[in-house]
């Protein structure tokens, strides 16, 4: 029905960059809430960002300053800019979407949250 998929993903020195992506595909009416989570290995999935559907923006505190998240609604995709990469952000990061669905008339039918499948980042040197 609906579906997101990730990239971008990968190693990355201490101090590195990284840009993930995240693209909608299905029977999507509109995007409402997207948003970055991370779950490290033995640890809880937390939020790290999401954007409204109106552009704004919360951050989790580990984060803010070093990554930015942004959206193209045409795309229906969200990014996340991670910037001064540390080793603590190790993890598997995971995007979400409040998508409000669509029917065969393309009206607005439903709505549901849908995940990522995930992709790995490592910070290591």
């Known amino acids: 029905q609906v579906q997101l998929v990730e990239s971008g993903g990968g190693l990355v020195q201490p101090g590195g960059s990284l840009r993930l992506s995240c693209v909608g595909s299905g029977s999507i009416f509109s995007i409402r809430t997207m948003a970055w989570y991370r779950q490290a290995q033995g640890k809880q999935r937390e939020l790290v960002a999401r954007i409204s559907i109106y552009n704004i923006t919360n951050y989790a505190d580990s984060v803010k300053g070093r990554f930015t998240i942004s959206r193209d609604n045409a795309k229906k995709t969200v990014y996340l800019q991670m910037n001064s990469l540390e080793p603590e952000d190790t993890a598997v990061y995971y995007c979400?979407?409040?998508?409000?669905?669509?029917?065969?008339?393309?009206?607005?039918?439903?709505?549901?949250?849908?995940w990522g499948q995930g992709t790995q980042v490592t910070v290591s040197s």
């Open positions: 979400s979407a409040d998508v409000l669905l669509a029917n065969a008339m393309n009206q607005m039918d439903g709505a549901n949250r849908y």
